[in-house]
């Protein structure tokens, strides 16, 4: 059949078919900013079979748990550079700029990793650096605790600096095993910068892993100190102007305390396919188009086990599936959840990017951000109650329970 065509021919042919299958991945695709067409989409269940290598039925299964999961919601895929499902309820909208609680670690991770290489000659030591000196945290001094001076800014980004962890039953993991921690004082939004440094140690630093979000607010410090800039102001001149993101923010206003520095522990308000840009990119290994946004060396070490965590996996605010604890997901997928069932999933070996919405009334109260709230809200989930749990049925899984059976579901939906 392919005898007809001459040898220049035949190349074109090749190329042609080489670059189809490249566009048809996703690996040269980027999306251009929502004001100026948004995301490539696919029009009916068949299209997203061919394209995508995904089963819509799959998808809307998958959306109707995320409906059980939290009274707001929504879910995201990108497969192969097309947003192959969009859907929300309640509250949450394309455009709403919800507190994403701890979703926003993990770009306070991803910053630092820039910094680490924009400003290597301030920083040469990198992830290695005992970051509690005079020079990358003088409001530090003096010491609290003696041992602070061996924290490294690897251990803060893998929740490993020995801080104790949050709320009223805080959990300890040494090697895998967990321990309870009596609750101590946490951040005080009023004086976040202070009360994230004071808060004790319950081990040395290395000597276990405790969810804790002065840490990641900690490194945040560090960031400001080393390029000068507020870590919101950094996020959007490297990534968010770049990726050409809508309006976002952090959630500063807390009734008529505004903070003056944003929480490295979180609390971003991001557009839904703004945030699917954030987690494609990590998916390209930082890459942007024709700029590394990212270095690929940082974004390598987010969905593997960690040296500064060896207690559990959990690496540079993500936590990934190396171990296989996450059944129906391939081991290289890794995600960052957040209070009220937020959650962003990067995984390379399906070439999926997922953004699922949750959210309680007041994460999508506009006041947190001073941004507009373009949606109208109808009311349709203000009596909103989980359902039960039974022998015979999973009812209502919010938390990350509820996320990793999202990212299971959306896994099984691909038919390639």
């Not at 809307?60 to 409906?67: G, I, L, M, P, Y």
């Not at 192959?84 to 991770?109: C, I, L, Q």
């Not at 003056?260 to 990590?282: E, I, K, M, Q, W």
């Not at 959210?359 to 359902?387: C, H, M, V």
Request: aromatic share 10%.
């Amino acid at each position: 059949m392919l005898s007809k065509f001459s040898p220049a021919k035949l190349l074109l042919l090749t190329v042609t078919l080489a670059l189809t299958s490249n566009v048809t991945r996703g690996a040269d695709y980027f999306p251009p900013p929502d004001s100026e067409g948004g995301w490539r989409t696919l029009k009916d269940a068949k299209e997203i079979r061919e394209k995508a290598g995904m089963d819509l039925h799959k998808l809307e299964q998958a959306f109707d748990f995320t409906q059980r999961c939290s009274q707001n919601g929504g879910l995201l895929v990108v497969r192969h550079g097309y947003l192959v499902y969009e859907n929300y309820f309640g509250r949450a909208h394309r455009n709403a700029n919800p507190d994403m609680a701890s979703t926003g670690k993990a770009y306070t991770s991803i910053a630092c990793g820039i910094m680490l290489h924009e400003f290597k000659d301030k920083i040469p030591e990198g992830l290695d650096t005992k970051v509690f000196t005079e020079k990358y945290l003088p409001e530090a001094f003096p010491l609290n605790d003696p041992r602070k001076a061996n924290i490294t800014l690897g251990q803060l980004l893998c929740m490993s600096a020995g801080y104790w962890g949050e709320g009223g039953g805080p959990t300890g993991i040494v090697m895998g095993k967990p321990q309870s921690l009596k609750p101590v004082p946490g951040q005080n939004i009023k004086d976040l910068d202070q009360s994230s440094l004071k808060v004790p140690l319950w081990t040395e630093p290395g000597g276990g892993y405790s969810y804790s979000s002065p840490s990641p607010h900690i490194a945040s410090i560090v960031l400001r100190h080393v390029t000068g800039m507020e870590l919101q102001d950094y996020i959007n001149e490297r990534l968010a102007k770049p990726m050409g993101w809508g309006p976002w923010g952090y959630c500063l206003q807390r009734g008529d305390f505004k903070m003056p520095h944003a929480n490295g522990a979180g609390s971003t308000a991001v557009h839904a396919t703004d945030a699917l840009r954030f987690a494609y990119c990590l998916l390209h290994n930082g890459k942007w188009k024709d700029k590394q946004l990212v270095p690929a060396d940082y974004v390598a070490l987010c969905n593997k086990p960690s040296k500064y965590n060896p207690h559990t996996p959990f690496a540079l605010q993500f936590e990934n599936n190396s171990d296989g604890h996450v059944a129906g997901a391939p081991k290289d997928a890794y995600y960052k959840s957040g209070a009220g069932g937020f959650g962003i999933f990067v995984v390379p070996s399906l070439d999926i990017v997922i953004y699922k919405l949750g959210g309680k009334e007041n994460q999508y109260n506009p006041a947190l951000t001073g941004l507009p709230q373009p949606f109208q809200y109808d009311g349709s989930r203000d009596n909103w109650t989980p359902i039960p749990r039974t022998p015979f049925h999973e009812g209502s899984m919010g938390g990350d329970d509820g996320l990793r059976r999202v990212l299971e579901m959306v896994a099984a939906a691909v038919r390639d």
